[in-house]
Every structure is written in structure tokens, then in C-alpha cells.
């Protein structure tokens, strides 16, 4: 198997933006990119030595041997439906919630999954060696296919279910998603006061630090962790004209004191 | 003023444990440690050159000028009447959430407020120099004390009011205090599943550091953020038998969609 398989994706949006360079820049080719919108697919060919938009989900005719399904997770069963693939194709996608099996009624036996986990935004570039890559699939020579091209860019590889990947992603929500939204209610409530937001990174930074260094469960410090009922209320009274900031404090809160009281 | 002032702390939790050894360090001499457990004052003053363990709360005879009380919120006022203070003294509380009038009742005027904005747990090393310390006094005289001895361990000094204080501490709970427990929650889910946090690391690392350097509402991704409410609701069937983690999943989910769809 050489590395010169060419690619197709379909869908361009913030993981195919960082993913398609990646494998262009690992000596795989990606000829096409497919998007309902093609003005955006063009500025994700732009970026790419050889790819071209291609208007259709007729890749019939593609010289392309591996096709990757970037999209919303609630389309990815209906491009697998609707897509033609040349004979012999792998047909991927990229989802963490979303099972093998939204491919199932795809034109090819070579289905798969090629998760990888981490958060992408078009403006922060991401170092793809350090970003952990999570395959399945449904037969041996596929298996080979997602291995080659997970290896060509990522140090971290690793087989995993559609059930354990699924548990993954939530836990991701939580480490990633839920973790930057704290920052941006953080951030919120120092603006509504005229405070600097830049006041609280070095207190972010050093609690990321500690918490992967000695484990989130040992890190854990203030008023929920210490059971200080008084400060608790203290700040619910402070919050009191945004009902949703008090119902996130107080259910994040009550977790912490259930667990460390 | 020399820097040779002696310090009397009452109190040996966390942020004394970090902050007295950094003011010995600095030209300071930290005399006494006052705690209601003595053996906890012991293991703070093996730490220090000179301190002592001190029995009761009467320093009327105490070589100290500047009294430092570091105990949990709700004991602050209760200490600063009971104190018998040398004449002339400083009396400063660290809290993040109590105003300065908690100490109006001390037997002098001379009180203030030394906040160092830092998450502190014993086994995890503190570089103070970084370390933002928030002070606020009645008078210039306190002023000068808490400036000395603030900048004489950070670079980051500022004076702000009970108020900004407690703002800038709820701020501090979310970022830090939450963003820590998004974390332990993560764990957990991953270890039920049988697999490893350590996988998580890249992701909590970029999203940090993305958050910090695009700011966190510039930074947000996931299924909330895009309004995928069937992937939303793929993962609250998954969370389904932990109660608790279905509330804080919804909460935040939905403060997420509300702000950016």
C-alpha cells in the first residue's frame, strides 16, 4: 500500500480545515473537497497542493481511493446513503458521538471511523503529531488503510468501539467544551464589574497544571471543596440577577460538596 | 520602613503553607504561627527559619508588626476579636470573599486585605512572582505595609475594593474551582468505561491554551456551541443513570446554545 492514495473530503468545516493540510503535508493527496457550500470548500482547497471543489456526491469517476466524511453528525447517514463511490472505496468519518454504523448503508464494505481528539478552531493551528487518533472498522484491509493514514500524522493510535468512543466524547465535553465555557462565564462576570480578564490566567494556567500533574480529584480547592456553606451563599447572592450563572454555580457546587464532604 | 518587619501568622492551611515561606524568603521573618490545631502550625513552621508555634491568640507581647489571619472565611471576624495585638499592628485577612469590614471590630486600625489570586494545595509548588495579589487598606499607612509586602513576592500587585474583590473571586470559582471539577467529572467517565484520562491530556492542554490566546468565546466548540441538539441528546441518554451529571450536562449545555445559536 503506497502512501500516494489520494483523498477526497466531504465537508469542510473547522476539522477538515486542519485535517486535510495535515495528510496533504504526510504525502497523502487530496483531490477533492465536496461541501454544500462551495465557496467554502474553496477556501479549504486553497490551502491544499492539488484538490479541487467537486460540486456533487458523484465521485463515481474519482481517482481518489479514500473518502472522508467531515460533516454535522445529523448528516453523515444521508451522505453515506447518497454518495457513489468508485469501486474498492474506504468511506470514513470523522464523529465522535456517531457510530460505524451511520455508514452501513454506504455503496462499500470498507466503512470506518477516524476520530481525532481534539478541539479545532480555523484560527488556532494545531501540531497533529501531539493529537491523540482513534480508529474502527469493519474489516482487516480498512484497518490497515485508517492505521497508515492515522500513523502518517498523529504519535497516538489507538483501536477503540463506537461504545467506548461515544464515552470518550462526553468525557471530552466535559474537558474541553464545559471547561472553556467556565473561562467565558469567568470572563463574563469580570467584565460586568470592570475587571481584567487577563488578571485570572496565571490562576487558569496553574490549575490546569496542578490538576494534570496530580490528578483533577487532588487539585480540587475552594469554598464547594471546603464545604464553606457561607461563602456559598455569598456568591449565589451575587449572582442572583442571572438565573442561568445561579443554576450552573449551584449544580456544579452541590457536585463538589457531595463529593469531598 | 525596612523590609526586616516580623510577621505573625494565625492560620496554617493552604495559602499559609505557600505564602509564609515566600515571605521569609523575601526579607520578611515570619515569627509565629498561631493555629487551632498546633501540630498543623508545627509542620508550617519546620518550614520557616525562625517561626515559632504560638498557643493563643494573645500576641500582646509579640516581637510582629503585621499579623496575617489565613482561616477558613467563616472564622475571619471571630479571630480579629479575639486577637490581642501588640500597639501599632497590622492586621490583614486573605480572603477572596470577605470585605475588609470583618476586621472593623480588631483592636486596631490599622487592617487590610492581602488576596494572592492562586489556587494553593500543599503538594504543588507555587511560583509567587506570577501570583496577582489584590490588596485594599483603610488607611495609607496599611498602604505602604501591604504594598511592601506584596510586591516583595510578586510582580503583579493592585489595589481594589471589597466589592471588585468579591466579583473577581466568583470569577476565580468558575475558572479555576469548576474548570478543575470539569475535569474530575471527565475522569470519572472515562475511568467507568475503562479508559485512561491520560488520552484527554493533548485535548485539555490545546483547549487552555486556545481559550487563553483567542479568548474563551472565540475558543468555544463542541455539539452545544453548533446546536446539535440530537448529539446533545445522544449524550444525556448515555449520562441517563448518573442524575447528577444529566443536570450539570444540561445546564451548561443549554447556557452554551443559548449564547452562541
Sequence with gaps: MSSQQSISFIGSGNLAWHLAPALDNAGFVVKEVYS??????????????????????????????????SVSDDAIK????????????????TSGSQP???????????????????????????????????????????DGVLLLLAKS?????????????????????FASNFTNHML???????????????WLKP????????SLSIEPENAQTGPAKRGDLEILDKHLEFLKEDEALTEIYKVVSQHIVDRYQ
Tied chains: 1, 2.
Design 36 to 69: 454544500r457550500n462551495p465557496q467554502h470548500a474553496e477556501r479549504l482547497t486553497d490551502r491544499l497542493y492539488q484538490a479541487e471543489v467537486k460540486a456533487t456526491l458523484d465521485f463515481s469517476t474519482s481517482e481518489s481511493t479514500i473518502f472522508i466524511i
Design 78 to 93: 444521508s451522505i453515506a446513503q447518497e454518495i457513489i463511490l468508485p469501486e474498492e472505496a474506504f468511506l470514513v468519518h
Design 153 to 173: 500524522i498523529s504519535n497516538q493510535v489507538r483501536k477503540i468501539s463506537s461504545e467506548e468512543r461515544k464515552a470518550l466524547h462526553v468525557a471530552a465535553v
Design 203 to 210: 490562576l487558569i494556567i496553574e490549575t490546569i497544571e496542578k
Design 184 to 198: 467565558a462565564i469567568s470572563k463574563d462576570i469580570l467584565q460586568r464589574n470592570s475587571l481584567e480578564f487577563e
Design 100 to 142: 460505524l454504523a451511520e455508514l452501513k448503508f454506504a455503496a462499500t464494505n470498507n466503512i470506518g471511523v477516524f476520530y481525532p481528539l481534539q478541539t479545532f478552531s480555523a484560527q488556532k493551528k494545531i501540531d497533529f503529531k501531539k493529537v491523540p487518533v482513534f480508529i474502527e472498522s469493519t474489516n482487516q484491509e480498512t
